[in-house]
């Protein structure tokens, strides 16, 4: 995880140091800033030169107030001048104290802007006044109540399950999901449950249904196959019976099988009913009570688990369900889509209008945000200082200046006109003094 934050933030580092086109055209327009303001420093110089060689001349009073407005001009551009230098590098090249702020004191800049943020825009109090303000739930509620909206988070949802379903390896899930249910099986006794079921459904008279069923097949079995079931009886004959008895115990035999299974069929009050029916209550009562039959039902049951096939229809439960949620997904007119898009409409309806809902919608993100925030400050912050460590100096000082420099010349510009009318108002006070 340290890794990869270390490879975020050096390409971080790689992409503020490479120039694009727009840092380009920013230097160009410093570069014309610059001009100017040199030029208007040159231009009161100029003023200050013409001014005293009129004042010297004999030109009167006002070359002195011209003089006097020039050089202070000039003495606020150099001041200014010195100042914007300083942040960037030492001004001649001269290594100056506290100059060429910005290379040097970088790291230290990371550091204060780091705490800034952290402190100022990642407290509890500032996000939850934010997210307050926003009135998410409220807003949330009136655009997913729109048709369209709603059926564009339907499709992007639908989309990335199924960008998820896809990267899931089913090896992988199959294992999950099979010991998931074999161990969750295995920890409950099922034996109790079975009983109580078996218990209700005899009483309910569910299993009737079940039995004529089985005596509707047993029958129509015994019609079709009367050749084997008499051949059956035959073969299982003592060797020293004559053939003709054999077959005509056979006979008997089927016969008789016959009538059972046929009055069973057409008589719901046969003994043998009354008899299963009998069997099947004590049989779920032994369920529920008797420990003899609940140990030999979870040793069946472990037995069954651990077979190969048991494990892999159970398997086999991810890939049906993995390709129904796929192919519903991928249907517009799915099921599962067309559930999915009204519960966003209802959701949407209910949020724009319920206020308790909505409150509870922002609560859980405030939350939610706070504990980010909290939890992680020192990461998000340590994320600005390493990025701003990592950055060269004098790159990031040509880049801040690339993208701020054009407004500091304005600051030489303005430097020299206040400092001109400063030294105007303070000649001409003093002459007035003077006077």
């Given at each position: 995880?340290?890794?990869?934050?270390?490879?975020?933030?050096?390409?971080?580092?790689?992409?503020?140091?490479?120039?694009?086109?727009?840092?380009?055209?920013?230097r160009?327009?410093?570069?014309?800033?610059?001009?100017?303001?040199?030029?208007?420093?040159?231009f009161?110089?100029?003023?200050?030169?013409?001014?005293?060689?009129?004042?010297?001349?004999?030109?009167?009073?006002?070359?002195?107030?011209?003089?006097?407005a020039?050089?202070?001009?000039?003495?606020?551009?150099?001041?200014?001048?010195?100042?914007?230098t300083?942040?960037?590098?030492?001004?001649?090249g001269?290594?100056i104290?506290?100059?060429?702020?910005?290379?040097?004191?970088?790291?230290?800049?990371?550091?204060?802007?780091?705490?800034?943020?952290?402190?100022n825009?990642?407290?509890?109090?500032?996000?939850?006044?934010?997210?307050?303000?926003?009135?998410f739930?409220?807003?949330?509620g009136?655009?997913?109540?729109?048709?369209?909206?709603?059926?564009?988070?339907?499709?992007?949802?639908?989309?990335?399950?199924?960008?998820?379903?896809?990267?899931?390896?089913?090896?992988?899930?199959?294992?999950?999901?099979?010991?998931?249910?074999?161990?969750?099986?295995?920890?409950?006794?099922?034996?109790?449950?079975?009983?109580?079921?078996l218990?209700?459904?005899?009483?309910?008279?569910?299993?009737?249904?079940?039995?004529?069923?089985?005596?509707?097949?047993?029958?129509?079995?015994?019609?079709?196959?009367?050749?084997?079931?008499?051949?059956?009886?035959?073969?299982?004959?003592?060797?020293?019976?004559?053939?003709?008895?054999?077959k005509?115990?056979?006979?008997?035999?089927?016969?008789?099988?016959?009538?059972?299974?046929?009055?069973?069929?057409?008589?719901?009050?046969?003994?043998?009913?009354?008899?299963?029916?009998?069997?099947?209550?004590?049989?779920?009562?032994?369920?529920?009570?008797?420990?003899?039959?609940?140990?030999r039902?979870?040793?069946?049951?472990g037995e069954i688990?651990?077979?190969?096939?048991v494990?892999?229809?159970i398997g086999?439960?991810?890939?049906?369900?993995?390709?129904?949620?796929?192919?519903?997904?991928?249907?517009?007119?799915?099921?599962?889509?067309?559930?999915?898009?009204?519960?966003?409409?209802?959701?949407?309806?209910?949020?724009?209008?319920?206020?308790?809902?909505?409150?509870?919608?922002?609560?859980?993100?405030?939350?939610?945000a706070?504990y980010?925030?909290?939890?992680?400050?020192g990461?998000?912050?340590?994320?600005?200082?390493?990025?701003?460590?990592?950055?060269?100096?004098?790159?990031?000082?040509?880049?801040?200046?690339?993208?701020?420099?054009?407004?500091?010349?304005?600051?030489?510009?303005?430097?020299?006109v206040?400092?001109?009318?400063?030294?105007?108002?303070?000649?001409?006070?003093s002459?007035?003094v003077?006077?």
């Amino acid at each position: 995880m340290q890794d990869m934050a270390v490879r975020a933030v050096r390409r971080g580092a790689a992409r503020f140091a490479a120039d694009t086109p727009a840092d380009a055209e920013k230097r160009r327009g410093v570069r014309r800033m610059k001009a100017i303001a040199a030029g208007l420093l040159l231009f009161v110089a100029l003023i200050y030169i013409l001014a005293k060689w009129a004042q010297n001349a004999g030109a009167g009073g006002w070359a002195a107030y011209v003089a006097a407005a020039a050089e202070a001009g000039m003495v606020g551009a150099l001041a200014d001048w010195f100042a914007v230098t300083a942040l960037f590098r030492h001004p001649l090249g001269i290594p100056i104290p506290h100059t060429a702020i910005i290379p040097t004191k970088k790291d230290q800049l990371g550091v204060s802007l780091g705490s800034f943020v952290g402190e100022n825009f990642l407290s509890e109090d500032v996000v939850r006044a934010r997210l307050r303000s926003v009135g998410f739930g409220g807003r949330l509620g009136t655009w997913l109540a729109e048709p369209a909206h709603a059926d564009r988070v339907t499709s992007e949802l639908s989309t990335a399950l199924r960008g998820a379903l896809t990267v899931l390896r089913d090896s992988d899930v199959q294992a999950v999901v099979g010991e998931a249910i074999t161990r969750r099986a295995e920890a409950v006794e099922i034996a109790p449950g079975a009983g109580r079921m078996l218990e209700k459904i005899v009483a309910d008279g569910g299993h009737r249904r079940a039995v004529d069923l089985v005596c509707v097949r047993a029958h129509d079995w015994l019609v079709l196959h009367s050749d084997s079931v008499i051949e059956a009886v035959e073969g299982g004959a003592p060797g020293w019976t004559p053939r003709f008895v054999d077959k005509r115990i056979g006979e008997r035999v089927y016969k008789e099988l016959l009538r059972f299974v046929t009055e069973m069929r057409d008589s719901p009050g046969h003994p043998a009913r009354g008899a299963l029916d009998r069997f099947l209550a004590d049989f779920a009562s032994d369920l529920q009570s008797d420990m003899d039959t609940r140990a030999r039902v979870e040793r069946l049951k472990g037995e069954i688990l651990n077979r190969g096939e048991v494990q892999d229809i159970i398997g086999s439960v991810w890939s049906s369900v993995r390709g129904m949620i796929v192919a519903a997904a991928e249907d517009e007119r799915s099921e599962l889509r067309l559930r999915a898009r009204a519960s966003f409409l209802s959701l949407g309806a209910r949020l724009a209008i319920d206020g308790r809902l909505q409150a509870k919608l922002e609560g859980w993100l405030e939350d939610a945000a706070v504990y980010v925030v909290t939890t992680y400050r020192g990461e998000i912050t340590s994320l600005i200082t390493d990025t701003v460590a990592s950055w060269d100096a004098e790159h990031t000082s040509r880049k801040i200046e690339a993208h701020i420099g054009r407004d500091l010349q304005f600051i030489r510009i303005n430097g020299t006109v206040v400092g001109a009318l400063a030294g105007l108002l303070i000649y001409a006070i003093s002459h007035a003094v003077g006077a």
